[in-house]
């Protein structure tokens, strides 16, 4: 017996590595993440004290996935949301999304509201009256669940932050981005 329990923890190593190896190859996605790339980006490079910033998330998915718009075809489905935190000075308000496109899929029997490749959510961020010149971060969190044309996997959330820059009243700002803000009201 003992001999055995020596052989069996020699051994143990390299079974666990085997095991390791495994479990990584069954991944569902293969390793590929849903979300390529996540960024949150504003209008301006800096924002006044009582001035607000359009703020756009744009999403870009791996190809084969797609996720539930925000407003999604059935109650039972999880949409996808996007929520920002903001720092002490600065105040979020509601998210615009995308409207969906609608799309038949094997695996439900009705069409399905998704949004897939790249898409983007508009929002803004105000700066108090209060809020003290510097730099400050917000951190956000897009929460969605993927599918591919032949299943759905678990939800899942990424986070992106952005670093907004309050400057002192009357200091000029540049604007950025303009072609993901042209047709966003002010």
Not at 28 to 57: F, M, N, Q, W, Y
Request: proline share 9%.
């Amino acid at each position: 017996m003992d001999g055995m329990l020596r052989r069996f923890t020699r051994g143990f190593p390299y079974l666990m590595a085997i095991c390791l190896a495994a479990s990584m190859g069954a991944a569902p996605t293969g390793g590929i993440s849903p979300v390529k790339d996540i960024e949150i980006l504003a209008d301006k490079d800096g924002v006044r004290p009582g001035e607000a910033l359009k703020l756009a998330v744009r999403v870009s998915l791996a190809g084969e996935f797609h996720v539930n718009s925000h407003v999604p075809s059935t109650e039972y489905l999880i949409p996808t949301t996007f929520e920002l935190v903001a720092p002490e000075g600065l105040v979020t308000a509601a998210w615009s999304f995308p409207k969906g496109q609608v799309r038949k899929f094997s695996f439900s029997d009705i069409p399905l509201s998704i949004y897939e490749g790249t898409f983007v959510i508009h929002g803004s961020l105000k700066a108090t009256e209060s809020s003290a010149p510097g730099q400050k971060e917000a951190r956000g969190t897009l929460k969605y669940q993927a599918c591919t044309s032949q299943r759905c996997y678990p939800p899942r959330k990424v986070e992106a932050s952005l670093l907004v820059r309050v400057v002192p009243p009357g200091t000029p700002v540049q604007s950025l981005h303009p072609e993901l803000f042209k047709a966003v009201a002010p």
